[in-house]
């Protein structure tokens, strides 16, 4: 599947409506940024069944806001509608990929329970 472009209209039908979206914040003048769209695209390419998208913190301001992005490139990954990743700086393309398997092998269940735990902690 090709990365996709996310924005305002889209965002949140994405995430609710797919089981793993990996999002790359970036910004067109992010040399960074630029320097790891390549890395992206391929691993996106070795991974059809997760969706990977792109927001453009320049054009999306208010989505970059909402998720408190204050460096970029960040990663943040969703399944199943939970974040279970989010860190800043540009991976290389071994690092990038070993985190998407981890995260595709992830036991959700157990996280909802943990994230319950947690909840019931600070309850």
């Not at 996310?6 to 409506?17: C, G, K």
């Not at 393309?93 to 329970?113: G, H, Q, W």
Request: net charge negative.
């Amino acid at each position: 599947m090709a990365v996709i472009e996310l924005s305002e209209e889209n965002f949140e039908e994405t995430i609710n409506s797919n089981d793993f979206v990996i999002v790359d914040f970036w910004a067109q003048w992010c040399g960074p940024c630029k320097s790891f769209a390549p890395t992206y695209e391929k691993i996106s390419a070795e991974f059809p069944d997760i969706v990977f998208g792109k927001v453009n913190t320049e054009e999306e301001q208010g989505i970059a806001a909402h998720f408190q992005i204050r460096s970029i490139p960040t990663l943040m990954m969703f399944r199943e509608q939970i974040i279970i990743y989010s860190e800043a700086g540009a991976l290389p393309e071994p690092a990038f990929k070993d985190v998407v398997e981890r995260a595709s092998d992830l036991d959700m269940a157990k996280v909802r329970e943990q994230i319950a735990e947690e909840q019931t902690k600070n309850a």
